[in-house]
């Protein structure tokens, strides 16, 4: 069993610039795939960013890529989506998500543990 923990939302203008984090705890977080999604209101949750076990593969949805960057820190159990040049569009609320298999993974049902999610608001 993993719990996930994400922080670091909150209201920004549009072009500034946010540092995400995933607090990870439980099972081994060093051999976990990870991946962001997000979810604004009255729209279906969408796939943004996704890390391999290592960080050493990265994708990103082709709406974020360029602007947004993801890590992770496996000696500290921690992920970080670093949100650059923010869109009111990415208003909505940021989960992480790991997955048993290590490899990366964009489809919501490819992940087996959820955090609460984080809310991110851009405004224009």
């Known amino acids: 069993q993993v719990q996930l923990v994400e922080s670091g939302g909150g209201l920004v203008q549009a072009g500034g610039s946010l540092r995400l984090s995933c607090a990870a705890s439980g099972r081994p977080f060093s051999s976990y795939g990870l991946g962001w999604f997000r979810q604004a209101p009255g729209k279906e949750r969408e796939f943004v960013a996704a890390?391999?076990?290592?960080?050493?593969?990265?994708t990103y949805a082709d709406s974020v890529k360029g602007r947004f960057t993801i890590s992770r820190d496996n000696t500290k159990n921690m992920a970080y989506p670093q949100l650059n040049s923010l869109k009111p569009e990415d208003t909505a609320l940021y989960f992480c998500a790991a997955r048993v298999r290590g490899a990366i993974a964009i489809r919501i049902s490819s992940y087996d543990y959820w955090g609460q999610g984080t809310q991110v608001t851009v405004s224009s």
């Open positions: 890390i391999s076990w290592a960080g050493g593969t990265t």
